[in-house]
């Protein structure tokens, strides 16, 4: 019984069930303690720590001369990594194998949706991405990178990277459209690939390190506001406890591994790679490390903010019918809980209660 409910005259207080009067319900649904407060004091908190993230990432790589600095080393460094080099020498199709797959990705995304008739989930995940590419294109245009005395030739970028947002926007908006007991394979599996888009831009000299870290942390806030969103509506109930966890885990224990692993030896490396001269001659090797760094970082994070989500969503189902309320009375009271299909309401069926 909630602390603001009042006992009962005349004998025990009966304990409330969730769905007695829909007025308890509703009042229910904002008390402190309900799940959905929980769920959406746990969400937009992860949306505001993104944020200050990505404010933090910002000041950091991009207003800092020696951010700056890292993210260029980590742009050139490219061409003296053989493995990067290799890569894409040998495999010239992977930038339209990248696009491709963007498109193929945003097709899945509505498809699943639509076919499992889940259309206003679809429409909030497709809104979810609208929305993350919106700001970044806000952030590429009101937010310009500084331009260095000595930029080397290097392409102006854009913070944050358009691709890595469009390729884990569709990872994310898949944690809204697909079966509970299927999320974390779809996300985990998505997000890889996200991670896979990611490691392509910078290896290609698209973007730099730093605009592949703050478009995770973008996506990551505006899903995280999105589910804060669902669960003001009441829109969210406690999942199953037992289930998903199993099918998962061959794609989330890697991804844990990638974040875990990413994000150690990117910070191990970035004490050595901090320290690259402002003129040249650079050192190649100093530059080649600068580089692998710059690919860790960005694949720790992306894969991090991953993890952070399917915590935020941890036993909890955003596509479930809400939970259905009877009626409630003295009559249903005294002939005690109603059986399903059993007639509800103040009368019955034998009829006593009509006028002869």
């Not at 509800?344 to 209660?353: I, L, M, N």
Request: with cysteine; charged share 15%; glycine share 14%.
């Amino acid at each position: 019984m909630a602390p603001y409910d009042r006992p009962r005259a005349g004998g025990s207080p009966r304990p409330l069930e969730t769905g007695d009067t829909w007025w308890y319900a509703a009042v229910a649904g904002e008390a402190a303690g309900s799940f959905s407060t929980r769920v959406r004091t746990r969400t937009r908190r992860g949306c505001l720590a993104a944020v200050l993230l990505l404010t933090v990432v910002y000041a950091g790589l991009v207003l800092t001369a020696t951010g700056r600095r890292w993210g260029d080393g980590a742009m050139t460094g490219r061409r003296a990594d053989a493995a990067a080099v290799t890569v894409l020498r040998e495999h010239p199709s992977l930038a339209g194998l990248t696009t491709l797959s963007l498109v193929l990705g945003c097709v899945l995304l509505l498809a699943t949706g639509l076919i499992r008739k889940r259309y206003a989930l679809t429409g909030l995940a497709a809104g979810g991405v609208v929305t993350a590419l919106a700001l970044t294109g806000l952030l590429q245009r009101y937010a310009p990178r500084p331009r260095l005395a000595d930029a080397g030739g290097l392409l102006s970028t854009g913070f944050p990277s358009a691709q890595t947002t469009l390729a884990l926007g569709v990872a994310f908006g898949l944690a809204l459209v697909v079966p509970y007991r299927l999320r974390s394979v779809a996300v985990g599996a998505a997000t890889l690939w996200a991670v896979g888009v990611g490691a392509h831009t910078i290896a290609a000299g698209q973007h730099r390190p730093g605009d592949v870290i703050a478009s995770g942390l973008v996506v990551l806030a505006v899903f995280c506001g999105l589910l804060a969103l669902l669960a003001r509506k009441g829109q969210v109930r406690p999942g199953a406890r037992r289930g998903p966890a199993l099918p998962g885990l061959p794609v989330t224990v890697p991804l844990a591994l990638l974040a875990a692993g990413g994000l150690g030896v990117g910070l191990w490396l970035l004490g050595d790679t901090l320290a690259l001269p402002s003129v040249a001659p650079y050192d190649p090797a100093d530059l080649r490390l600068a580089h692998r760094c710059g690919q860790a970082l960005a694949a720790g994070v992306v894969a991090a903010a991953a993890l952070v989500l399917l915590g935020l969503l941890r036993r909890v189902d955003v596509e479930g019918a809400p939970t259905p309320y009877r009626l409630g009375g003295p009559f249903v009271e005294a002939a005690g809980v109603p059986r399903d299909g059993e007639l509800v309401g103040p009368f019955t069926e034998d009829r006593d209660h009509e006028i002869s």
